[in-house]
């Protein structure tokens, strides 16, 4: 069963920074793309970043291109998103998700349970 | 970007009814679309990707149809548990996009 556990959340200051991470299991993680994909309160759903299993290729929404950056650690199966410049409007649910496709079409069959991220002063 | 629209964005239905659901993109983006379910406090849940293909574990009263620029979910036999909102995505270009959601209500 594919277990995504996200953890990192929490409140920060406008321009502060941020590390969100996810435990991944239940998959072979290094063969598998990641995605982040948030949910601001009472909103819709907003993808944010993709990685490939090797890293060798990362895909950002034009909203956090510059200031978020996705990493991952295949040897601990863990998926990073690392916010920098962080903004009021980044306020949100982060999921952690395990996409399906090939050739960079992908939908998002597995996700993690969300760690909340609010930026405020 | 390719943009998403749903229709309607509010439906308030009974068990028992058929339900259906619209989502349109601006431009063709074949049957690269999926569908998902979210309840309240939950992450989505995948239903149909592909437009038509239903996600295994899904049950059968869900289904998908539609290519290029129209596409519908239908729930043939609303059940207590699909009072949810559920949204559409495209995955035919980057940035992969979502629909703003369709909440389905309790009448």
């Known amino acids: 069963e594919v277990q995504l556990l996200e953890s990192g959340g929490g409140l920060v200051q406008p321009g502060g920074s941020l590390r969100l991470s996810c435990a991944a299991s239940g998959f072979t993680f290094s063969s598998s793309a990641m995605t982040w994909v948030r949910q601001a309160p009472g909103k819709g759903l907003e993808w944010v970043s993709t990685i490939t299993g090797s890293a060798a290729t990362t895909y950002y929404a034009d909203s956090v291109k510059g200031r978020f950056t996705i990493l991952r650690d295949n040897s601990k199966n863990t998926l990073y998103l690392q916010m920098d410049s962080l903004r009021a409007e980044d306020t949100a649910l982060y999921y952690c998700v395990r996409p399906r496709g090939s050739g960079g079409k992908y939908f998002f069959d597995s996700w993690g349970q969300g760690t909340l991220v609010t930026v405020s002063s | 970007d390719i943009q998403l629209t749903q229709s309607p964005s509010f439906l308030s239905a009974s068990v028992g009814d058929r339900v259906t659901i619209t989502c349109r993109a601006s431009?063709?983006?074949?049957?690269?679309l999926a569908w998902y379910q979210q309840k309240p406090g939950k992450a989505p849940n995948l239903l149909i990707y592909?437009?038509?293909t239903l996600q295994s574990g899904v049950p059968s009263r869900f289904s998908g149809s539609g290519s290029g620029t129209e596409f519908t979910l239908t729930i043939s036999s609303l059940q207590p548990e699909d009072f949810a909102t559920y949204f559409c995505?495209?995955?035919?270009?980057?940035?992969?996009?979502f629909g703003p959601g369709t909440k389905v209500d309790i009448k």
């Open positions: 995505q495209q995955l035919d270009s980057y940035p992969p996009t």
């Open positions: 431009q063709g983006i074949s049957s690269y």
């Open positions: 592909a437009a038509s």
